[in-house]
């Protein structure tokens, strides 16, 4: 393996949405050098921070059409039955939803759960409540996108959370997306919630760990499982 292979399997990409705020902490941390020189060693660490939390490395994703896809990187907060958001267009009756809640460690690059064309995005202002409570659907910012997928329309929804203060989103209605696929990036912590077509079995349990375009929430034409956890 070349020289220029090693560096290009050790570094994992800066998302471009990061470059300005690692900027930001890089210039910070020369003011708190000139201040006082021992706080330059706090700012570097927020710096490396800043730059670990912007990354967005590649990922090996699943493509079958019976598999849905994380959306996130993050823990499973939850799986059950609730009502989609309205604004969303899937109707009053309870869907199956999945809920990836992402703290400010982890990587924060949003990819489509399924391939199939964009219906809608619809984007809402709200509250920042803490993520990771279930009235954060409804209360909260966020910005959801309906796809048309094989199986039927998939809603994700992005959530901000108590920290994060900005939701990005450049996928467009309309347009066709694959299984995978980035189309977006929450700031500084949050969650995604992924509503599930008619016939999805869940395969993750609440507190399950899952890999953003690569862990399987949930599979058509499977028998339902048993949500069962095992800590070990």
Same mark, same amino acid.
């Given at each position: 393996?070349?020289?220029?292979?090693?560096?290009?399997?050790?570094?994992?990409?800066?998302?471009?949405?990061?470059?300005?705020?690692?900027?930001?902490?890089?210039?910070?941390?020369?003011?708190?050098?000139?201040?006082?020189?021992?706080?330059?060693?706090?700012?570097?660490?927020?710096?490396?921070?800043?730059?670990?939390?912007?990354?967005?490395?590649?990922?090996?994703?699943?493509?079958d059409?019976?598999?849905?896809?994380?959306?996130?990187?993050?823990?499973?907060?939850?799986?059950?039955?609730?009502?989609p958001?309205?604004?969303?267009?899937?109707?009053?009756?309870? @869907?199956?939803? &999945?809920? %990836?809640?992402?703290? $400010?460690?982890n990587?924060? #690059?949003?990819? /489509?759960?399924?391939?199939?064309? !964009?219906?809608?995005?619809?984007?809402?202002?709200?509250?920042?409540l803490?993520?990771?409570?279930?009235?954060?659907?409804?209360?909260?910012?966020?910005?959801?996108?309906?796809?048309?997928?094989?199986?039927?329309? @998939?809603?994700? &929804?992005? %959530?901000?959370?108590? $920290?994060?203060?900005?939701? #990005?989103?450049? /996928?467009e209605?309309?347009?066709? !997306?694959?299984?995978?696929?980035?189309?977006?990036i929450?700031?500084?912590?949050?969650?995604?919630?992924?509503?599930?077509?008619?016939?999805?079995?869940?395969?993750?349990?609440?507190?399950?760990?899952?890999?953003?375009?690569?862990? &399987?929430?949930?599979?058509?034409?499977?028998?339902?499982?048993?949500?069962?956890?095992?800590?070990?």
């Open positions: 393996m070349s020289l220029a292979d090693t560096v290009r399997r050790t570094l994992v990409p800066i998302h471009r949405e990061g470059y300005p705020f690692i900027a930001g902490f890089v210039v910070g941390t020369v003011v708190l050098a000139l201040i006082w020189g021992p706080l330059f060693w706090i700012g570097l660490i927020l710096t490396a921070w800043c730059v670990f939390f912007f990354r967005d490395p590649e990922r090996v994703t699943p493509v059409d019976r598999f849905v896809v994380s959306p996130a990187d993050g823990v499973v907060s939850f799986v059950g039955p609730a009502v958001p309205r604004e969303l267009g899937l109707g009053a009756v309870e @869907l199956t939803r &999945v809920s %990836v809640f992402m703290n $400010v460690f990587c924060h #690059v949003n990819r /489509a759960p399924v391939r199939g064309r !964009i219906l809608r995005v619809d984007y809402r202002p709200g509250k920042f803490n993520a990771d409570l279930d009235k954060a659907s409804e209360e909260n910012e966020r910005n959801g996108l309906v796809i048309d997928g094989p199986h039927g329309p @998939l809603a994700v &929804v992005q %959530v901000a959370g108590l $920290v994060a203060r900005r939701i #990005v989103c450049w /996928a209605a309309g347009a066709d !997306i694959s299984v995978g696929e980035r189309f977006g929450i700031r500084f912590g949050s969650r995604l919630d992924v509503y599930l077509p008619a016939g999805a079995a869940p395969r993750v349990a609440v507190g399950q760990t899952s890999v953003g375009g690569e862990t &399987v929430l949930a599979e058509f034409g499977g028998a339902p499982a048993a949500p069962l956890v095992r800590v070990s």
